[in-house]
C-alpha cells in the first residue's frame, strides 16, 4: 500500500479513535482538559518547533508573501459566498466559518503529500510559503477574533487606547505567542534547536510530537454533527476549495506559470484543511464568555470543531487526486474548470433548497386557485 495513503489512513484512524472514545469522555470538563493541553503545551511547542528551524533563502522570500496574500483575498472575498451555504449572515456560524475559512493547515493535510510527490524541494517551497500562513493564523486572526469579541460584547466602557492595551495584553500572555516572539528572538541571533540546552530541546521536541495525535483525538471526541449542519459544512468547503482553484487559476495566468510541479504546488497548498490555530483563538473567546448563552456568543465552537472534522479528510481526497492525476493540472484551463465544478458542489445544496421552495409555493398557489375555484363553482 501507498505510503501517503497508509498516513491518511492513520489521521483518520485517530479520528475514529476519538469517536470511540466519546464513550469514555462523558463530561465537559474532560473535554476542556484535552484542549488545554493542546492549546497550552503540544501547539505552542509545535510552532516553536518550526519556527526556530526556518532557514531563510533568499530565492524563497516571496513565497511568504503569496501565501499571506492568498489568505487576504479569501478573507475578503469568501464571506459573500458564505450565505449561498444557508449559513446566517452576522451569526455565531458567520463569524466562525469567516475565521476558519482563509486559514490554512499545510502541515498535516499537504506537506506529506507534496514531499511524497514533489520531493524535497518543493517541500522547502512549500514551507517557507507556510510562514506566510502562520503569521495570518496566528497573529491577524488573533487580532481579528478579539476585535470581533469586543464588538459583540459592546465594551462601551473603555476607549479605544484602553481596548488596544487590552488586546496586546491578552496577546502577549498567551502561550503560543510567548513561544513565537521567544522562537523569532532566537532565530534572529542565529539560534537552532541543535545549539540549545539539550534538555529545552529534547523537551519541546516531545512536546510536538503529541500534537498531532492529541489534534485528531480532540477533533473525534469533539465532533458533533447535526444533520443540518452537514450540507451546510459540505457546501461552505467546497466553496472554499472551488474559490481557492478560480484564485490559483488567475495566479497561474497572471505569473504565466508553466512548470506542471509549480502549479501543482500551488493548488496543494491552497486546498490544505483548515487550520487549527484560529480554532485556539475562538476557544480564548468562548472562555471569556463562559457566562454567555451559546447562542449569543461570538463564536459557534462546535460549529468549528465540526469544520475542522469535515475540511481534513476532504482536503486529503482533493490533493491525493490532484498529485496522482499525471499531466492533467498543467495549465490554468484544467484549473478554472476544477474551481467551477468545486463551486458547483458547494451551490447544489442552496440551488436545491430554492428549487423545493419554488415548488412548495406553486402547489401553495395551485392550492389557494383550487379552493378559490371551487368556493366560486358553488356559489353560482
Not at 483575498?73 to 444557508?86: D, E
Not at 507534496?114 to 488573533?142: P, Q, S, T
Not at 482536503?315 to 498529485?323: E, K, M, N, P
Not at 458542489?345 to 423545493?356: A, E, Q, R, S, T
Amino acid at each position: 500500500m501507498d505510503l501517503t495513503l497508509q498516513k491518511t489512513i492513520t489521521f483518520a484512524l485517530f479520528i475514529g479513535i476519538g469517536l470511540l472514545l466519546k464513550l469514555k469522555f462523558k463530561s465537559k470538563e474532560e473535554l476542556t482538559g484535552i484542549k488545554k493541553i493542546i492549546l497550552n503545551l503540544a501547539l505552542p511547542a509545535t510552532i516553536f518547533l518550526a519556527l526556530i528551524g526556518v532557514k531563510i533563502d533568499g530565492t524563497l522570500l516571496s513565497l511568504p508573501f503569496l501565501a499571506l496574500a492568498l489568505n487576504m483575498l479569501i478573507f475578503l472575498v469568501f464571506p459573500y459566498l458564505i450565505p449561498l451555504t444557508g449559513i446566517t449572515k452576522n451569526g455565531s456560524q458567520y463569524r466562525t466559518a469567516k475565521l476558519l475559512a482563509p486559514s490554512l493547515a499545510p502541515g498535516l493535510s499537504c506537506f506529506p503529500f507534496v514531499l511524497e510527490f514533489l520531493g524535497n524541494d518543493y517541500l522547502a517551497k512549500v514551507a517557507m510559503a507556510d510562514l506566510g500562513n502562520k503569521v495570518f493564523v496566528l497573529i491577524i486572526l488573533y487580532l481579528v477574533a478579539m476585535n470581533w469579541y469586543y464588538r459583540k460584547r459592546a465594551v462601551k466602557t473603555e476607549s479605544n487606547s484602553k481596548k488596544i492595551k487590552s488586546l496586546a495584553l491578552a496577546m502577549i500572555s498567551e502561550p503560543v505567542n510567548i513561544f513565537i516572539i521567544i522562537a523569532l528572538i532566537l532565530v534572529f541571533f542565529g539560534f537552532t534547536m541543535e545549539s540549545l540546552p539539550f534538555f529545552i530541546s529534547e523537551t519541546i521536541s516531545r512536546l510536538s510530537i503529541i500534537m498531532t495525535p492529541l489534534v485528531l483525538l480532540f477533533i473525534g471526541l469533539a465532533v458533533n454533527i447535526k444533520k443540518k449542519q452537514f450540507s451546510k459544512l459540505l457546501s461552505l468547503l467546497f466553496l472554499r476549495a472551488g474559490f481557492v482553484a478560480l484564485l490559483s487559476g488567475i495566479l497561474i495566468l497572471a505569473c504565466n506559470i508553466k512548470v506542471q510541479n509549480d502549479i501543482l504546488l500551488l493548488l496543494a497548498f491552497g486546498l490544505s484543511a483548515c487550520s487549527f490555530w484560529p480554532f485556539s483563538h475562538i476557544a480564548v473567546v468562548d472562555a471569556q464568555e463562559e457566562g454567555v448563552k451559546k447562542n449569543k456568543r461570538t463564536f459557534n465552537t462546535n460549529f468549528a470543531v465540526n469544520i475542522l472534522a469535515l475540511s481534513f479528510p476532504l482536503s486529503t481526497v482533493l490533493i491525493l487526486g490532484i498529485l496522482s492525476s499525471g499531466s492533467l493540472f498543467s495549465s490554468a484551463s484544467p484549473v478554472f474548470l476544477l474551481g467551477a465544478i468545486l463551486i458547483s458542489l458547494g451551490m447544489l445544496p442552496y440551488i436545491i433548497k430554492n428549487i423545493k421552495a419554488i415548488r412548495r409555493k406553486a402547489a401553495k398557489e395551485k392550492m389557494q386557485w383550487v379552493i378559490f375555484k371551487t368556493s366560486y363553482t358553488e356559489s353560482l
